[in-house]
């Protein structure tokens, strides 16, 4: 089960807030998703991954509301280490993953509420990086804002980077995982090399 954590609506689409959910819709896309399904708590689709089934959910409860849609949909045969929780991060540079097995909201509402509903810290996350506010004040408005030309051009291959690091978690488990995906964000004319 990967959730995507966002806020539902036109308005919040392609904000900081809402990578979480721009991850789920591309990860959706490139395993063949026809179509997702709407339920009062989240849009939900099902895919194919080597045999297996992976749930993807996009709760509809707002940000500081997840959890309660992450507990709900949670099948109750399904261990927490196969639970992975993707979001948005203001402590990372733009475009840096960092995938971890467990650990604390680190702030993040979305996490917090999870946490609360799930009671525990100890489920996967995948933290993209939006960057930092300007004006730590200011933290509320610049996750709902929109990224730069420049921060975009930073985050799209990111975005990719994390489906990769989706699929690894999935077939290979979290330390695969996090040895190959964790890192900064990489420059668009840099490409994809290395070995």
Do not use: K
Not at 9 to 16: A, I, N
Not at 37 to 56: F, I, Q
Not at 104 to 125: F, K, M
């Amino acid at each position: 089960m990967v959730v995507g954590l966002g806020n539902p609506g036109s308005r919040y689409r392609q904000t900081r807030h809402n990578v979480g959910f721009e991850v789920a819709e591309r990860l959706a896309a490139r395993l063949g998703a026809r179509a997702w399904r709407e339920t009062p708590l989240a849009s939900l689709v099902t895919v194919r991954l080597d045999g297996g089934e992976l749930l993807l959910v996009r709760p509809l409860t707002y940000m500081n509301e997840s959890g309660r849609a992450v507990a709900r949909l949670r099948p109750p045969q399904l261990p927490l280490d196969r639970l992975l929780v993707v979001v948005d991060d203001i402590h990372l540079p733009v475009g840096t993953l960092r995938l971890r097995a467990g650990g604390s909201a680190g702030g993040h509402n979305g996490l917090r509420s999870v946490e609360a509903h799930l009671r525990t810290q100890a489920y996967p996350r995948l933290r993209i990086g939006v960057g930092a506010p300007p004006d730590p004040a200011e933290q509320a408005a610049y996750v709902l804002g929109r990224f730069s030309a420049a921060e975009r051009r930073l985050l799209e291959p990111a975005l990719e980077r994390a489906v990769d690091a989706i699929l690894c978690w999935a077939r290979d488990g979290i330390d695969r995982a996090m040895s190959r995906h964790n890192g900064p964000a990489v420059a668009p004319d840099e490409g994809a090399g290395g070995p």
